[in-house]
């Protein structure tokens, strides 16, 4: 995740401000959408991991863990 959020914010302010030819291929296109699955999968996986609250219990409610999760 670190590496694509790495490519992410070194592309998108050139894409941006610039505009580059190189970002017009299509093997940039399919680097874009993995990485944005990437991310997808990421969200995904983290709302349905269990929270632990303060008293020590573990929170398995999709729920709860999306709102904890929204509220940042």
Excluded: Q
């Amino acid at each position: 995740m670190m590496v694509t959020a790495f490519v992410n914010a070194f592309t998108i302010p050139i894409d941006l401000t610039f505009n580059p030819y190189w970002m017009t291929y299509w093997w940039y296109a399919v680097i874009e959408h993995i990485i944005d699955f990437c991310f997808m999968l990421d969200i995904i996986i983290l709302f349905r991991t269990a929270l632990v609250d303060d008293d020590g219990n573990f929170i398995t409610s999709s729920k709860i863990i999306a709102v904890s999760y929204l509220k940042g």
